[in-house]
């Protein structure tokens, strides 16, 4: 997934360059100045004097350089669709990225982002989001999983807790993640969009497994999941729920 360039951290990076650069350059100057005040009658420190000075004059004027960089930062707004925060970046997206304020992935397909879809949690009632990009959708605050519908008719879960569950193969199956290999970023952005959490909640995950991923899932639907997470060296794997 291509990482955005946030226009606040290039701000920053210039910032502290012109910083340091121009205080380096006064502390330079300064010492130059004193060197010449107290040349004495030998004048021996003239010419350390004037290479201070010379570097002075060159690291103010990288400074200068840095401060006007700042002001050429280009910056596109992009408006996170959860939170309504803006997240200034230096480019249009080009793919998912993360919101600076909530940390949730932004969905973006061709440079736009996706509008998102509220929905309560059926157990805590919380308000939970989607896009058409989100695979499975886990509530944000009890990790229930909550049934959405997309637009081919597939409802990623039957609504078992309604108990008007029906479906040809009745057996429900559950995905467990085992083990990751070294791709864990690339794993974390996966797990983001399948499970519809943010980073950190991803993050945390890995650090205590093996976890259950999703339970009450149909065999085709842990199959295809579980082929995924394995493209990013992980270890998965499903098993029937015991009925
Ligand atoms: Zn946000
Ligand atoms: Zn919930």
Redesign the pocket.
Known sequence: MPQVQRSSDLVEMHSEKAISFGLGGIVCLVISGLLFAYRGSTELFVPLSIVLAIIAASTICYAIYCLAQVRKVTSVAVT?P??K?TNKLLETPSGDFT?I??H?LIPVIDGQTLPVNQVRCGFCNELNYYSEKTDVLLCEYCNHEIPIAHEDGFISRKKIASGFSIQDDDRMYELVLLAHGHKTEELVDCLQHMLALNRNQVKQMLGELPVTLLTGIPKRKAEMLKAQLVTHEAAADYRPLAS
């Open positions: 996170c959860y939170c925060a919101c304020d909530c949730r």
